[in-house]
């Protein structure tokens, strides 16, 4: 996850950078929200099983039983669109893995 979170962080400042000039903070805003749902799934894939998901959904702070159960063996790309999944994997959680988001880069690369 690290050398990804790298190389998106490359990606993401050069495409930023390039378009810096754009006054949409929505797009921007969207394309935080579609990326983290992806690494979001990045994720779930990694854990592999279902006890292994419960488990690691739990220990990232969200604590109730019969919704952790019910995901833990849903398919990728649904599980990374439920509530568990964001308030566990949140904002903050993929900020400490360095990910860098794309509506930080544009505001810094837009004040002068």
Do not use: C
Not at 73 to 92: F, Q, V, Y
Request: charged share 30%; proline share 2%.
């Amino acid at each position: 996850m690290d050398h990804r979170l790298e190389k998106l962080g490359r990606f993401m400042t050069g495409w930023v950078a390039y378009f810096k000039l754009a006054d949409s903070v929505w797009t921007f805003k969207q394309l935080d929200e579609w990326t983290r749902r992806r690494l979001r799934q990045v994720r779930w894939i990694e854990w592999k099983n279902a006890n292994n998901r419960n488990r690691m959904v739990r220990k990232l702070g969200y604590v109730i039983p019969d919704e952790v159960r019910i995901i833990a063996g849903r398919r990728k790309w649904k599980a990374s669109r439920t509530l568990a999944m964001s308030i566990a994997l949140d904002n903050t959680y993929w900020d400490a893995q360095g990910y860098k988001s794309f509506t930080g880069l544009w505001q810094r690369l837009r004040t002068p």
